[in-house]
T-cell receptor, first 115, second 113 residues
């Protein structure tokens, strides 16, 4: 059973470009979480999704950021018109049911650098 | 608003020592608490998950305790090894559906051979 997959592992963008980060959850998991780790800071929750639904996006900036988890395919975190402050490691996690008894399994992360 | 603090921020010990990492949280209304390990440039590996009704969990040389009423957890590592060197993160799952985790900033551990 493959773990959580994220790609790309490293992404370089110039200011104003778009960044698309992909996350494939573990097989059988229908709950996906995105977290961001800014340099020298802890991980911060961004958004929680189930298939075709955004459940909680309270940690995601209101502008330029969006997330989806379609019926087929990976979850996508999209950042439009990137700025230098978006440079961070973005981690995806998945769990089977979103229950308090679930362990969240994390992917290796995508490290975004904005030039 | 839940806040999670980890002490110390960094720790360097000789191989073989037993050590304790501390985690405190401000809101005791949690469903669970999880300890993770993060290696440089890598993702997170879950070490132990303690449900709010539990007091401790053990896995190999690791033991994590939870005192929900005082808002504290400790991760005990026995007989430390150089391979234990990593950043250790504590995260709490608040009492709301979805189990979004609130993380501490981590303790950077270095075990010297």
């Amino acid at each position: 059973n493959a773990g959580v997959m994220q790609n790309p592992r490293h992404l370089v963008r110039r200011r104003g470009q778009e960044a698309r980060l992909r996350c494939s959850p573990m097989k059988g998991h229908s709950h996906v979480y995105w977290y961001r780790q800014l340099p020298e800071e802890g991980l911060k929750f961004m958004v929680y999704l189930q298939k075709e639904n955004i459940i909680d996006e309270s940690g995601m900036p209101k502008e330029r950021f969006s997330a989806e988890f379609p019926k087929e395919g990976p979850s996508i975190l999209r950042i439009q018109q990137v700025v230098r402050g978006d440079s961070a490691a973005y981690f995806c996690a998945s769990s089977p049911w979103g229950a308090s008894t679930d362990t969240q399994y994390f992917g290796p992360g995508t490290r975004l650098t904005v030039l | 608003k839940q806040e999670v603090t980890q002490i110390p921020a960094a720790l360097s010990v000789p191989e073989g020592e037993n050590l304790v990492l501390n985690c405190s949280f401000t809101d005791s209304a949690i469903y669970n608490l999880q300890w993770f390990r993060q290696d440089p440039g890598k993702g997170l590996t879950s070490l132990l998950l303690i449900q709010s009704s539990q007091r401790e969990q053990t896995s190999g040389r690791l033991n994590a305790s939870l005192d929900k009423s005082s808002g504290r957890s400790t991760l005990y590592i026995a007989a430390s090894q150089p391979g234990d060197s990593a950043t250790y993160l504590c995260a709490v799952g608040p009492m709301e559906y979805g189990n979004k985790l609130v993380f501490g900033a981590g303790t950077i551990l270095r075990v010297k051979s």
